[in-house]
């Protein structure tokens, strides 16, 4: 890796040439020395473009660098830096800020383009997507109204509709960017709440008058497993976590109409108002898509609005092979779809839609200074009119160029490839005597845990403890980086495939690592049973001294490299 003290002439390597020499003066002088020196404008295109360069060499030299997902490092070992930092000094110019970057944050990075990060749902990004990112923060387009995006309204609007067209949700649907699924998930639960309090007798509307008093009364039903923005976006929505009512899942993890049907009976019958039913496209541990044309129709014969939590599954919509999987999804009265998980885009990149525009009134206010209600009676497309947010970044711009430069079907590709990675991953995982796998995967999540049958020492809860500690050793290893749940009460390990990189032969390196730490924490917990023995003590697993724990991380590593 190349010193970050090298001489100006390198801050042009990335481009392939070096930097003139006005601008390597430019990006070496201060920043703090005028206001005018430090703003992006026309008279600092020179610093600009240096530091550019310089920025763009040094995320090269740190990707072809990096050798694992992690470095490994805990809380406890990086939290003394910061707290030695002076923020109220100034570095002296960009490379000493790269500096220090590096030491805080590059080289302790996690980094989710390694073919051995499988842990959440995490992405590797795409190209134009990364050029996207580098021409939108220079621009700075806010999308909240006309005359601060101009062009880019335009953008982002003709994506909501493509998105819309794809998930065949008619033409009266819109939507707007979010910051995320947990956004998208709270403005379609709101928009569901003012809907149902606006048709009750005698209530004005929650915009004006707030909820009424039988808001106490709502109730929200998705799985049992469905995501936990909904708790937070009922507890924001004054309605609080009991209002989401769980429904049972079937064998495959998916939401049962059966069940739904009956809770929604027993609800009606105890005098308590369906608000809305989210059926999810993807559940995040197992990647369970619930069946939306049942859910569909139970909520239109009883007209209750239906929300599409897509964060994971919505990029389905690109895929040739899969994309039927979708199939109920055209039903909905809202859908959730994250661009920054299964179309690998940068984050965030994320939107709401719905299938009928004029629910978007709940969240629309007029300010006389920024969308007076003449500018929309005009027809100017403020997207304030339909956001939770005022200021929003221009994050349309990535899944733009994408789409322009790559094309759906490239991004379908991508995700079809990582649905039958897992496929393969599962095989393998299957196919082991030491692993217990939950289920066949639905989209490219794995759940399992190391278990050994012929182990009959250690109990459940040992077997647990066990299981954690091996997610914990292999993020203190950074060789590889898993996540973890829980299964009916008890600990398992979990695999989220999104990256087309990983290959068959990289989940089978990091099975044998969470094996060979498995097997090591046996072994350590019966030396230590046969040692507390002899002094009449049990030896719960958990209990195995942390410079153990070291000493098999160590040895991993050893073995590795042998």
């Not at 470095?71 to 500096?99: H, Q």
């Not at 997507?129 to 995006?149: K, P, R, Y």
């Not at 299964?342 to 969240?363: E, G, I, K, N, Y």
């Not at 958990?542 to 410079?547: C, G, K, L, V």
Request: negative net charge; charged residues 20%.
């Amino acid at each position: 890796m190349h010193s970050l003290h090298d001489s100006a002439a390198t801050y042009g390597a990335a481009a392939g040439s070096p930097a003139s020499a006005p601008q390597a003066a430019a990006a070496a002088s201060s920043l703090s020395r005028s206001p005018s020196a430090a703003l992006f404008s026309p008279a600092n295109m020179d610093a600009w473009q240096a530091g550019m360069q310089r920025i763009s060499s040094l995320v090269a030299e740190q990707l072809e660098n990096v050798q694992q997902p992690f470095s490994g490092i805990t809380p406890e070992a990086l939290r003394p830096a910061f707290a030695e930092l002076d923020l109220e000094t100034p570095l002296e110019n960009l490379e000493a800020g790269l500096e220090e970057l590096q030491s805080l944050y590059l080289k302790d990075a996690v980094y989710f383009h390694h073919p051995r990060y499988i842990a959440h749902l995490n992405c590797p990004v795409v190209l134009p997507g990364v050029w996207a990112e580098s021409l939108l923060g220079a621009i700075n387009s806010s999308l909240d109204t006309w005359d601060q995006s101009a062009g880019g309204t335009l953008i982002e609007q003709r994506l909501i509709d493509w998105t819309t067209e794809r998930l065949g949700l008619g033409p009266t649907a819109d939507g707007i960017f979010t910051s995320g699924g947990t956004q998208s998930n709270l403005m379609a639960l709101l928009l569901a709440r003012d809907a149902v309090c606006e048709k009750l007798p005698n209530h004005p509307g929650n915009q004006t008058h707030g909820l009424p008093p039988e808001a106490g009364r709502l109730r929200v039903f998705a799985s049992g497993i469905s995501h936990f923005s909904l708790q937070k976006a009922c507890a924001l929505l004054g309605l609080g976590h009991n209002a989401v009512i769980p429904v049972a899942v079937d064998e495959r993890r998916r939401m049962d109409p059966i069940a739904l049907r009956e809770a929604l009976d027993k609800a009606r019958a105890e005098g308590l108002i369906p608000m809305a039913v989210v059926g999810t496209a993807g559940t995040t541990d197992f990647g369970s898509i619930d069946p939306l044309q049942a859910i569909g129709r139970e909520c239109h014969a009883r007209g209750i609005w239906f929300h599409v939590d897509g964060a994971y599954g919505g990029g389905l919509i690109t895929s040739r092979r899969h994309g039927h999987w979708l199939k109920g999804v055209e039903m909905a009265d809202s859908v959730t779809i994250d661009y920054h998980k299964t179309f690998f885009q940068p984050v965030s990149c994320s939107a709401c839609v719905v299938r009928d525009r004029t629910q978007l009134r709940h969240v629309t206010y007029h300010a006389d200074y920024l969308n007076p209600e003449l500018q929309a009676r005009e027809g100017t497309p403020d997207q304030v009119n339909k956001s939770l947010q005022t200021t929003r970044r221009f994050d349309a711009l990535k899944l733009w160029l994408t789409l322009r430069l790559m094309g759906a079907d490239a991004l379908g590709d991508m995700l079809d490839c990582v649905i039958d990675l897992t496929r393969e991953g599962h095989q393998l995982l299957a196919a082991a005597p030491d692993i217990d796998v939950v289920q066949a995967p639905e989209l490219s999540t794995l759940v399992f845990r190391f278990h050994d049958a012929s182990e009959e020492t250690l109990s459940a809860e040992q077997w647990d403890a066990l299981n954690r500690e091996i997610r914990k050793r292999l993020s203190r290893s950074g060789e590889a980086i898993v996540a973890a749940t829980k299964v009916s009460g008890r600990q398992y390990l979990k695999f989220t495939l999104l990256n087309p990189d990983t290959t068959r032969d990289d989940i089978a390196a990091v099975v044998e690592l969470i094996r060979h730490h498995g097997q090591a924490l046996v072994k350590a917990h019966h030396l230590a049973v046969s040692t507390t023995a002899q002094a009449g003590h049990g030896a719960p697993l958990a209990d195995i001294p942390a410079a153990s724990r070291r000493s098999h991380t160590t040895e991993a590593k050893e073995s590795r490299h042998a």
